[in-house]
Structure formats: structure tokens, C-alpha cells
């Protein structure tokens, strides 16, 4: 599976952003997509994930201010960000998990896209 995450740039506080993920190569059994940020110096941490069930999962930093959502036929995840702080400026990186029956999992990332927010 091949990640293609597009979307990102340079924004003032209270402005919005789009990303955009979309997923190819063997994508069967593709569960989980998300988004995680890594900001300088931080680890790696969730901003919002959508299961192929449909649930979403944010968190408590993004809550009423971003929303995830999936196409399924797309294969393809976005991530709505609005009301943007500065403090959300960091590197976002799309994410997405398979699963199997038998209960294997393997992870993907995307290459990342810059999101930097002036205040």
C-alpha cells in the first residue's frame, strides 16, 4: 500500500486547511486511516483516525475543530482542519493499518505534509 497525503501549507490562526490521503497499490483489508502530527522535537502523536466501520476517534486537542472523513470507493481519507492555531503547526503524516483474519496487521505512512500556522 502507497500513501499519497496532499494538502498541506501556510496558514494565519482561525484559517483552515484541507489534507487529503489516498491510498493505492493492494488495499484490501484496509482498516484504520488517520492522521497523526510530529511537531519539532515531539514524538509522533494521533490527531484523528476513521475506521472502515465508520467510528472516528480525535483527540482531545482537535475535538470541535478538525474532522476526519473517509470515501471509501476512493480509498481515500481527508482531514478538515479549521480554527487553526499556531500551536498546531507540525508535520501531519497520513497513516493507515491492514488487518487479517488471522489476525496480522501491518502498518503505512504517508510521506508528510507540512502545516504551519502564523499567529
Known amino acids: 500500500v502507497q500513501l499519497q497525503a496532499s494538502g498541506g501549507g501556510l496558514v494565519q490562526a482561525g484559517g483552515s486547511l484541507r489534507l487529503s490521503c489516498a491510498a493505492s497499490?493492494?488495499?484490501?483489508?484496509?482498516?484504520?486511516m488517520g492522521w497523526y502530527l510530529q511537531a519539532p522535537g515531539k514524538q509522533r502523536e494521533l490527531v484523528a483516525v476513521?475506521?472502515?466501520?465508520?467510528?472516528?476517534n480525535y483527540a482531545d486537542s482537535v475535538k470541535g475543530r478538525f474532522t476526519i472523513s473517509r470515501d471509501y470507493a476512493k480509498n481515500t481519507v481527508y482531514l478538515q482542519m479549521n480554527s487553526l492555531k499556531p500551536e498546531d503547526t507540525a508535520v501531519y503524516y497520513c497513516?493507515?493499518?491492514?488487518?487479517w483474519g488471522w489476525g496480522g496487521s501491518r502498518d503505512y505512512w504517508g510521506q508528510g505534509t507540512q502545516v504551519t500556522v502564523s499567529s
Open positions: 497499490g493492494s488495499t484490501a483489508n484496509l482498516n484504520d
Open positions: 476513521a475506521s472502515s466501520g465508520g467510528s472516528t
Open positions: 497513516h493507515a493499518r491492514q488487518t
